[in-house]
């Protein structure tokens, strides 16, 4: 098993982790560490990765959502699971975990009141604002943006994602880089701005420039179509635990 971590937030008692497809039983082509029941790998197997990803962060619980490529961003429930892309908690050892094959992973935490969320972010939620919102919920809770830092885990980058005219016409063109006829656009970017204006600092988001089409490390839809999805996100951790 792999992941890559954002260690900056350890220094505030949290983890921000996302995994790779390897160490777990999955078959080929969802192999092996799929998190998604939905791409028709058994329940079985699914299952037992989760177990395998709670071992490794020795978490508590695993918290996802049924992600309907919205802005909507609920506060987690043990009770319920929600139609979202972005839930937030302030427990421990509770894992947001948001499961992607090319979407952005976006986790977030404000450093002060110990609050944390995880988003997910593709072109839809981009479009929407789902960045934004999750700002605005922070200010809603009372909190300031400048205290909030933000990661962007694993997605396909600005130079492997194609889209038709539809899409592209969804965005302004700042975003949007044309060669040899195709389009591509820069998600990153839509959500870093959202953020930024939104009051959080720039130097307080790390983009972690992974690309899901070029690493073959990750799961891809854009590039192998049948395959699993990879779990990246954020959990408290007792700050003992630094």
Not at 10 to 18: D, L, N, P, W, Y
Not at 51 to 74: D, G, M, P, Y
Request: glycine share 6%; net charge neutral; proline share 2%.
């Amino acid at each position: 098993m792999g992941f890559v971590e954002d260690i900056r937030f350890k220094e505030f008692g949290a983890r921000c982790v996302f995994f790779d497809r390897f160490g777990g039983v999955s078959n080929y082509p969802f192999d092996s560490l799929n998190v998604s029941i939905s791409v028709e790998d058994t329940r079985e197997n699914v299952e037992e990765n989760f177990e395998i990803i709670k071992s490794e962060l020795k978490a508590e619980h695993i918290a996802t959502l049924n992600q309907i490529h919205s802005n909507k961003i609920v506060k987690f429930s043990r009770d319920k699971k929600f139609d979202a892309d972005g839930l937030y908690t302030e427990e421990l050892f509770v894992f947001l975990g948001i499961k992607f094959a090319d979407c952005l992973p976006i986790s977030l935490m404000d450093v002060k009141k110990r609050i944390i969320m995880a988003i997910h972010s593709g072109w839809m939620g981009s479009y929407l604002g789902i960045s934004k919102e999750a700002i605005e919920t922070f200010k809603n809770l009372g909190l300031n943006p400048k205290n909030v830092i933000a990661t962007i885990g694993p997605h396909i980058c600005k130079n492997c994602y194609e889209v038709k005219e539809d899409v592209a016409s969804k965005f302004p063109e700042r975003f949007l880089t044309t060669r040899k006829g195709k389009i591509y656009l820069d998600l990153s970017s839509v959500n870093i701005e959202q953020l930024v204006e939104s009051g959080v600092k720039r130097e307080n988001i790390i983009d972690m420039n992974i690309c899901t089409f070029e690493n073959k490390s990750f799961f891809s839809y854009r590039r192998d179509k049948i395959c699993g999805r990879n779990i990246g996100g954020i959990m408290l951790i007792d700050t003992n635990q630094k």
